[in-house]
């Protein structure tokens, strides 16, 4: 009977961990040589920019989850493929911008391979040499965006490898893949192994013996056994005369960077602080390498093995930019939930007792079980206090962690808060062009639990609606030394849009030590249905930089989408799509207005609905004189049902989509059926809802009203 560590889901924090804080050390000087960062920055020891805000999205965290989501869009087994993988990297990724690089067909190997599955080139020949040639092919992503299929497979190097096959094979080949199946398993060894000599030495076995990249590691592992002086700038050195950039074709070949990586590692000596600097030290793609690095690291050594000084910038919060806004501001935890979920299912392992409550990659539930774990809260800026936000074990109000809230030395009320929608003064950058949509939203009920650590406070959640500029209150609650539970609901059908959510505290009754006085948190969560509108008048762009602004709520897929004169205005010259709302609703009705502007044979314009991403949704559209109902089944759009619609140009049509189940209404907007189906073939059981339109079509959306019910 296979069996986990028994401190998986703890490995899987540190090491998901250990990745976002070596993609926040290195991105800053990503692409210097070695003497640019010692004659700049001295040695590192520490992070080389100090972000006042949240660092924005990155490539290296964006495509590894985007992935590994196929394992829960097809199967979790070793039986998925390369070619389904493929499907859901274009289901994730927005049409050339943001997600990764888009350097230009034959320059960039994602770009490359991205092109090549739209225009029907499966995995695993999207990515081979073959097709791509070899410099194209031998480029370093394919490393890079693997970590999570080590994750899911602890102490099991040989089916972490495999799984890696497969999802590097989709956009490189040759050492592409052979460094991704090698950074997995060295990952998943991670979690049995003590040493990491050990681990190196174990994910080796799994690539072929005769390829390159055993090649250069052995020389690697040969220098440094031979180096009396540890040394690692000399071992440096050895790499820049054997291995290095001037050797290899292409912007970034995945050679001279996995040497960077071996080295670090074995003159790190298990120390992760160590280990990560000698990486970024050196200079090369350094947020890559220091990613991967990081994440093996983090799992040897656990959570209690990285230093504060990394793990308090980071503060739990994780943002991504795949083409599913309420999928990319999440919170580290949740992505613990989304990987540790599918390592027990392919162990063939029911979630643990201690986990199960708080293993669920759905809604936002923030229960500080993880050691160190904040869920991205934070305090509000209040001159002359200073707070602190810790977790803390002990009289939980469930499990066994809490958010330890101190700093009350008087009676001036406290708010701490987290994010709920993100907007471009959240963050001191903007890479990889990252778009939201809010993850709570109006209608929803908020709920958490506090007790008091001496005395008592009053004590009341909150959600900031940005574009009522207005913070919602719920009842002021009396809490003293026993958990006390909160609860309010949001106001239900407002043209809102809810950025953060929180708790705010007034001291009532004080102790004499200052530093002692706070109040517990413990499961805090927004749960019910959402009931809410979109008015195109209360939007806003979102000013990113001179190629990249948003409207506010929305991601796109494809298409030039604007607001003017109180709606929202899409086009594109064959396809655009625009989404927003919450990938996880199921029961949907869904009403708006749309305005054809432009229409030829075969235009569509139309709302998408149950939408999980560019390759996997439904739509109501009017096209050629018809009402549509058509499901996208990645990139092919069959008509479930029809019928004759009236419509013309520049005249407005009001329709309303209803979903229960795997059942689908379409009402006119005096509320008369005009189309149904039950798609029983595979059907979409959740997903946000969107404009899309087709084949050249413009349109203009106004008045958008949605509820969900479960």
């Not at 888009?102 to 599955?117: D, F, K, P």
């Not at 299929?149 to 893949?177: E, F, M, Q």
């Not at 239900?492 to 706070?518: A, F, H, L, T, Y």
């Not at 390759?615 to 499901?631: H, I, P, V």
């Amino acid at each position: 009977m296979p069996t986990l560590p028994q401190d998986y889901v703890n490995r899987v924090y540190s090491g998901w961990l250990g990745k976002i804080i070596g993609v926040r050390f290195g991105a800053p000087v990503e692409g210097w040589r070695f003497d640019k960062i010692r004659k700049t920055y001295g040695v590192l020891t520490d992070y080389v920019a100090k972000h006042k805000k949240l660092m924005a999205a990155d490539d290296d965290t964006n495509v590894p989850l985007a992935m590994l989501s196929a394992l829960y869009d097809h199967t979790y087994t070793e039986d998925i493929t390369a070619e389904q993988i493929g499907r859901t990297l274009l289901n994730q990724a927005p049409y050339e911008h943001g997600f990764f690089w888009w350097g230009g067909y034959g320059v960039s190997t994602e770009h490359t391979a991205y092109i090549n599955l739209l225009e029907g080139i499966p995995a695993p020949f999207s990515g081979s040499v073959e097709h791509n040639g070899k410099a194209v092919a031998e480029q370093i992503g394919g490393q890079i965006f693997i970590d999570p299929w080590g994750l899911i497979c602890p102490n099991d190097p040989d089916k972490a490898s495999r799984y890696a096959a497969k999802a590097a094979s989709v956009t490189h080949g040759g050492n592409g893949v052979y460094g991704g199946m090698f950074v997995a398993a060295a990952i998943a060894a991670a979690f049995g192994e003590k040493d990491i000599r050990t681990v190196l030495e174990r994910a080796l076995q799994t690539i072929p013996s005769d390829c390159e990249y055993v090649r250069m590691a052995r020389d690697i592992i040969s220098f440094y056994d031979n180096d009396s002086a540890h040394d690692w700038e000399t071992a440096f050195k050895h790499i820049q005369d054997n291995w290095g950039y001037n050797r290899y074709p292409g912007a970034c070949h995945i050679i001279p960077n996995a040497a960077v990586m071996i080295m670090s590692m074995l003159y790190g000596e298990g120390d992760f602080s160590q280990t990560i600097c000698i990486c970024n030290m050196c200079g090369w793609d350094t947020d890559c390498n220091v990613g991967n690095v990081g994440t093996i690291m983090g799992v040897l050594v656990g959570v209690d093995g990285i230093e504060e000084k990394w793990r308090l910038p980071v503060n739990d919060a994780f943002v991504l930019s795949t083409v599913i806004g309420s999928r990319n501001s999440l919170d580290v935890p949740w992505c613990v939930s989304y990987i540790a979920t599918l390592g027990y299912r392919i162990a063939g392992l029911e979630i643990p007792e201690r986990w199960a409550p708080f293993i669920k990659p759905q809604g936002l539930h923030c229960h500080f079980e993880l050691p160190g774990s904040t869920h991205g809260f934070f305090a509000k800026k209040q001159k002359g206090r200073e707070v602190k936000l810790q977790q803390a074990y002990g009289d939980a109000a469930s499990g066994e962690g809490f958010l330890k809230v101190t700093g009350f030395p008087d009676q001036r009320p406290l708010a701490i808060a987290r994010k709920t929608y993100f907007r471009v003064d959240d963050f001191d950058d903007s890479r990889y062009d990252p778009d939201f949509s809010p993850t709570v939203y109006p209608g929803q009920v908020v709920s958490a639990k506090l007790k008091a650590v001496s005395g008592q406070y009053k004590a009341a959640l909150f959600a900031y609606d940005f574009n009522q500029n207005e913070t919602y209150f719920g009842p002021d609650t009396l809490v003293g030394n026993s958990w006390t539970d909160l609860s309010f609901a949001l106001p239900s059908g407002i043209r809102g849009c809810i950025d953060e959510v929180g708790v705010k505290i007034w001291p009532v009754e004080i102790g004499d030590n200052s530093s002692e006085n706070g109040i517990l948190v413990d499961d805090f969560a927004v749960s019910g249905d959402a009931s809410y509108k979109i008015d195109f008048s209360k939007e806003r762009y979102d000013f990113w930089h001179y190629h990249h602004f948003s409207v506010s709520q929305f991601t796109v897929l494809r298409g030039i989408w604007t607001l003017y004169n109180q709606t929202l205005n899409g086009s594109g010259p064959a396809f655009a799509q625009a989404y927003s709302g919450n990938v996880e609703w199921s029961g949907i009705d869904f009403t708006a207005t749309i305005i054809p502007r432009y229409m030829q044979a075969k235009s569509r314009a139309g709302i998408g609905f149950r939408i999980q991403g560019a390759m996997r949704s439904y739509c109501a559209g009017l096209e050629d004189g018809f009402l549509k109902l058509l499901k996208n089944e990645y990139g092919v759009w069959k008509v479930l049902a029809e019928a004759p619609f009236e419509y013309s140009v520049g005249q407005a049509a009001r329709i309303q989509v209803k979903c229960a189940g795997s059942e689908m209404k379409v009402y006119s907007e005096d509320s008369v059926e005009l189309l149904s189906f039950n798609d029983t073939d595979n059907p979409y059981l959740t997903g946000c809802i969107g404009a899309i339109l087709a084949n050249g079509a413009s349109a203009s959306y106004s008045d958008w009203v949605i509820k969900t019910f479960a």
